[in-house]
């Protein structure tokens, strides 16, 4: 069965809410094909239906789409860089270089962390020694110090500096 047909049947089955299915056809897809970021995208885009956002930034780790709460979630649960480069999976990351520009920054920089030497890529130095690019969330909202207060606290807050108001005039007067 080719690449193709198989990821069109873990979208079928996804479609059709067969996700361990389709996670089980991709997983075996990117055990023969392990270098494919197509079938790693599929694979990722399979755990989002669950959601598992660890294992949505493991397969989505070198593609453009990867948020930072995904990425966080992956380095939350494998902390040691070391770990995070054997999980990815990703075979002889020191010869093989990924087909993308974003993929190989990304996993040149986390096979740096994870050993401290860059890897040997002489058709794409510039991508070895590189740092990796920021993922981009463009739905994250901005970064905020606290959440907006519940509606009706408001009320409770003006109630409170009428109080004080009160206090403040009964001591002066």
Do not use: C
């Not at 040997?120 to 905020?144: E, F, G, N, Y």
Request: proline share 11%.
């Amino acid at each position: 069965m080719s690449i193709q047909s198989t990821l069109a049947r873990a979208a079928a089955d996804l479609h059709q809410g067969r996700v361990d299915l389709a996670r089980r056809r991709l997983h075996g897809l990117l055990s023969g094909h392990p270098t494919d970021l197509a079938v790693r995208r599929a694979l990722a885009e399979a755990y989002r239906h669950d959601p598992q956002p660890s294992e949505v930034g493991r397969w989505n780790y070198l593609d453009d789409s990867l948020t930072t709460t995904e990425l966080a979630a992956y380095e939350r649960r494998f902390r040691d860089p070391a770990r995070r480069l054997a999980n990815l999976r990703w075979p002889d990351p020191v010869h093989n270089p990924p087909a993308s520009r974003t993929a190989r920054r990304r996993l040149a920089a986390l096979h740096r962390a994870a050993t401290g030497t860059a890897p040997v890529w002489p058709a794409h130095r510039r991508d070895a020694t590189a740092r990796p690019p920021a993922p981009l969330d463009p739905q994250a909202p901005p970064k905020r110090s606290w959440p907006d207060p519940p509606e009706h606290l408001w009320a409770w807050r003006l109630g409170l500096l009428a109080a004080l108001a009160a206090l403040v005039w009964l001591h002066l007067r």
